[in-house]
C-alpha cells in the first residue's frame, strides 16, 4: 500500500528501510522523504515504522540504551 503519496512510498520501502538498519523515524524521513511534504501521512507512516521495528526486535530504542553503557572519554586540548 502506498503510504504517501506525496512522494510514492509504500509500506514495503518502509519495512525494507528498517531491515537495512533504520532505527530512527527522523532518519526514515531523511532517506525516503516519507511524511516530509504535506504531513498527511505522517501517522500511518510512523504506525507502519513502529510495528517494523517491533518485528525486527527492535523497540526503537535500542540505540540509545547502547550508548548510555558505552563509556564517555572527555578529552581536553
Known amino acids: 500500500m502506498i503510504v504517501c503519496l506525496c512522494h510514492r512510498v509504500s509500506d514495503r520501502d518502509i519495512r525494507r528501510s528498517v531491515d537495512a538498519g533504520i532505527r530512527n523515524f527522523d532518519v526514515l524521513q531523511d532517506e525516503t522523504r516519507v511524511a516530509s511534504a504535506c ?12 510495528a ?13 540504551e547502547q550508548a548510555q553503557t558505552q563509556p564517555v572519554m572527555l578529552v581536553r586540548g
Open 39 to 50: 504531513g498527511c501521512c505522517h501517522d500511518c507512516a510512523r504506525e507502519v515504522f513502529d
Open 52 to 64: 517494523a521495528l517491533a518485528k525486527s526486535g527492535c523497540p526503537g530504542l535500542c540505540h540509545i
